[in-house]
């Protein structure tokens, strides 16, 4: 584990390192969960499988013991800083779980990343449509992997050109490690050369 500084604080990487890495994924958290989430735990698995050297990163706020997470200005500053310290020299993917999917998408081109993947991205708020958070993920102009559960509350993003919507059984959860892994693992091997 590592720990950086970032201009919002102390933030973690557990960093799963690959020997002759063919790239490298970091995976953001949800607003009010850590690292260890199923659906983290799936998407890491498969892309160290695959050969791919991975960094799950833990926000400043989790860090600090808050619950609620700070600003997107301030999200977005801290796991920019992050990934530019880690300075990987391999292709690098981003993505997250939910809160997380979100950081990713809107840092994903000033980071230089060759592809987002999304878990659990939450489209709007529950019941609140209107509040559509899609814009985030139609910004991205890299491959992209959507894994969203059938039923969840906070929406379906719809596919795109360059955007990849893979439907599992549950919610907002994904609460099974097998189930994001092996929607994850074709993309991986379809999108890394």
């Known amino acids: 584990m590592l720990e950086l500084d970032t201009p919002d604080g102390l933030a973690r990487v557990h960093l799963r390192e690959v020997a002759a890495a063919r790239a490298a994924l970091v995976l953001g958290h949800g607003a009010g969960g850590g690292v260890e989430s199923p659906d983290l735990v799936g998407a890491a698995n498969a892309a160290h499988e695959a050969g791919l050297t991975v960094a799950l990163v833990e926000q400043p706020y989790r860090v600090a013991g808050r619950r609620s997470p700070a600003p997107a200005a301030r999200l977005d500053t801290a796991w920019s800083s992050m990934v530019e310290q880690l300075a990987f020299d391999v292709p ?65 993003p719809p596919p795109g050109p360059n955007r990849e919507v893979v439907q599992i059984p549950g919610t907002h959860s994904l609460r099974s490690v097998t189930a994001v892994a092996d929607a994850v693992a074709p993309w991986l091997r379809a999108h890394i050369r």
């Open 92 to 156: 690098l993917l981003v993505g997250g779980r939910s809160l997380g999917a979100r950081v990713a998408c809107r840092t994903a081109r000033q980071l230089g990343a060759t592809a987002v993947l999304c878990l659990a991205f939450p489209v709007h708020p529950p019941g609140r449509p209107e509040k559509s958070r899609l814009a985030e993920l139609d910004a991205v102009e890299v491959a992209t992997l959507v894994v969203q559960g059938e039923r969840d509350p906070f929406g379906m």
